[in-house]
Structure formats: C-alpha cells, structure tokens
Nanobody
Framework: LVQLVESGGGSVQAGGSLRLSCAASGYSTSSGCMGWIRQTPGKDHEVVATIYGGGGIPYYADSVKGRFAISQDNAKNTWYLEMNSLKPEDSAMYYC????????????????WGQGTQVTVSS
C-alpha cells in the first residue's frame, strides 16, 4: 500500500517562503517520478514541479521557475518543494504525487496522491 503524506503548508505573506515535504511509504523515491501538483477552486490541476527518481533535470511550470525548487532524499523516501518569493497567485491546495511510469512533463498523470496541504499567500 502506497501512502504519501504532505506537510509544511500554511499561510504566509507575499514574498515569503514555505517548504513542503512529502513522506512516502510503500513507494521508492529512487524510481519513477515524484511531483507537486496544485489546484485552486474552479481551475484544473497544475503540475508545479517534477523530479525523476533516476536522475535528470527536474521539470518546473513556467509560473514557478526561478522561485520553486524540488528535491528528494532517498534515504528518507521523501521529496520536498522549496517555495520562495511566494505570490498570492501561488495560493492553492498542493498535492504530492508519484508514478513509477513517468508522465510527460506537465501532464497530470500520477497514480499515487497525498491528501493535500493548503498554501495561502496574502498580499
């Protein structure tokens, strides 16, 4: 049974930073793809960032390039999303997700999802 548990969301003022964590059980972070996906009410899911268990250049949505960084710690079976220079438009529910078969960059095609953590950025 794969379980993904996010932590680290919260409220912050514009320009601030947050770090999200996703701890996995039953899933090896040295394989497949791990990502962060966000959703705001009335909008589609957006893949914010993806990291590849086998290595390679991470994917970032254009809206977060230069501000967000995804990383992983295989020893802890955990991946992270460091979010800097946050903007009000970054406010969303953030989900971590994983798939042993990597989707195309930006595609929301993940088999395993966490429960989500809310990020709210005030102006």
């Amino acid at each position: 049974l794969v379980q993904l548990v996010e932590s680290g969301g919260g409220s912050v003022q514009a320009g601030g930073s947050l770090r999200l964590s996703c701890a996995a059980s039953g899933y090896s972070t040295s394989s497949g793809c791990m990502g962060w996906i966000r959703q705001t009410p009335g909008k589609d899911h957006e893949v914010v960032a993806t990291i590849y268990g086998g290595g390679g250049i991470p994917y970032y949505a254009d809206s977060v390039k230069g501000r967000f960084a995804i990383s992983q710690d295989n020893a802890k079976n955990t991946w992270y999303l460091e979010m800097n220079s946050l903007k009000p438009e970054d406010s969303a529910m953030y989900y971590c997700a994983a798939n042993y078969f990597c989707p195309r960059p930006g595609e929301v095609d993940y088999n395993y999802w966490g429960q989500g953590t809310q990020v709210t950025v005030s102006s």
